[in-house]
T-cell receptor
Framework: KNQVEQSPQSLIILEGKNCTLQ??????????LRWYKQDTGRGPVSLTI?????NTKSNGRYTATLDADTKQSSLHITASQLSDSASYIC?????????????FGSGTRLSIRP | DSGVTQTPKHLITATGQRVTLRCSPR?????VYWYQQSLDQGLQFLIQ???????AKGNILERFSAQQFPDLHSELNLSSLELGDSALYFC????????????FGAGTRLSVL
């Protein structure tokens, strides 16, 4: 069964610190993996997207890594800011057709404390 | 701004009623996806349309239905509403030609009283 699992479920860190969020998947055939940021009550916004051949992608203070062999991805946030408080969702696409499945992880809720 | 427009932003109604949520996708996007997000829950995929045709179905109740029109906008119809249907409903658009990137609207917050 295609699954995407994220850890931890929630995380609290102090402003200015770094953190790493994890995503493990069992989706096959793998197409791409995306990280989204969702502020409370808002729609998710794409942070990074990686295909099979890409193992790292940065977007400002966000850096995503992908190990397609172990089917693991991580999202590293550097020098956290209060505005980073949000849910971070890992999303994996299966296949390449218009009907390919898109599987969402349940998200990691990140809280940044001043 | 993602380019995806959802209306209305907020909707308050009573149990047993029927409502329609509307979504206008980004220009050029043929796929429209609908998601439900209950309080403090993850996104639950409801249904996907591609160029007017239903492509994939998720955990969509029989009381719910959707369609995509020739101009590619989509509507999600929720009927015989129950208290548990209160949630944020998101629409996303995209095209599988662009690595299946989905662009999300701001959502419609439905409150069933």
């Amino acid at each position: 069964k295609n699954q995407v699992e994220q850890s931890p479920q929630s995380l609290i860190i102090l402003e200015g610190k770094n953190c790493t969020l994890q995503c493990n998947y069992t989706v096959s055939p793998f197409s791409n993996l995306r990280w989204y940021k969702q502020d409370t009550g808002r729609g998710p916004v794409s942070l990074t997207i990686m295909t099979f051949s890409e193992n790292t992608k940065s977007n400002g203070r966000y850096t995503a890594t992908l190990d397609a062999d172990t089917k693991q991805s991580s999202l590293h946030i550097t020098a956290s800011q209060l505005s980073d408080s949000a849910s971070y969702i890992c999303v994996v696409s299966e296949g390449y057709s218009s009907a390919s499945k898109i599987i969402f992880g349940s998200g990691t809720r990140l809280s940044i404390r001043p | 701004d993602s380019g995806v427009t959802q209306t209305p932003k907020h909707l308050i109604t009573a149990t047993g009623q029927r409502v329609t949520l509307r979504c206008s996708p980004r220009s050029g996007d043929l796929s429209v996806y609908w998601y439900q997000q209950s309080l403090d829950q993850g996104l639950q995929f409801l249904i996907q349309y591609y160029n007017g045709e239903e492509r994939a179905k998720g955990n969509i109740l029989e009381r719910f239905s959707a369609q995509q029109f020739p101009d590619l906008h989509s509507e999600l119809n929720l009927s015989s509403l129950e208290l548990g249907d209160s949630a944020l409903y998101f629409c996303a658009s995209g095209t599988y030609l662009a690595k299946n990137i989905q662009y999300f609207g701001a959502g419609t917050r439905l409150s069933v009283l």
